[in-house]
Nanobody, 116 residues
Framework: QMQLVESGGGLVQAGGSLRLSCVAS????????MGWYRQAPGKQRELVAD???????NYAESVKGRFTVSRGNAKNTMYLQMNSLVPEDTAVYYC??????????WGQGTQVTVSS
């Protein structure tokens, strides 16, 4: 009943910036968190940043000071502003919603590739 669509990925040189967007449809009343995850080849999917309905934000240590997660005014959108990108940021980035029933909803992912 919930659909998530990411956009904004692409190829960028090290030091550049990208802004990812996630648009959610369906009910968000039961949402606990919205977040961004990423998965690089050969690695497990990992948390990049998430934000609760209360506005609490958690960042992976590797992206602190470079990435900023935010919610849109309508609360059905989420953004990830990525600055000072490095090749280690290369991954497929996924939008995720966690609801109060411990159900997770995932978008299709968007590829971010950072070249040196």
């Amino acid at each position: 009943q919930m659909q998530l669509v990411e956009s904004g990925g692409g190829l960028v040189q090290a030091g550049g910036s990208l802004r990812l967007s996630c648009v959610a449809s369906g009910s968000l009343f039961s949402t606990i968190t919205m977040g961004w995850y990423r998965q690089a080849p050969g690695k497990q999917r990992e948390l990049v940043a998430d934000i609760t309905r209360n506005g609490n934000i958690n960042y992976a240590e590797s992206v602190k000071g470079r990435f900023t997660v935010s919610r849109g005014n309508a609360k059905n959108t989420m953004y990830l502003q990525m600055n000072s990108l490095v090749p280690e940021d290369t991954a497929v980035y996924y939008c995720k919603v966690l609801d109060v029933y411990a159900r997770s909803y995932w978008g299709q992912g968007t590829q971010v590739t950072v070249s040196s």
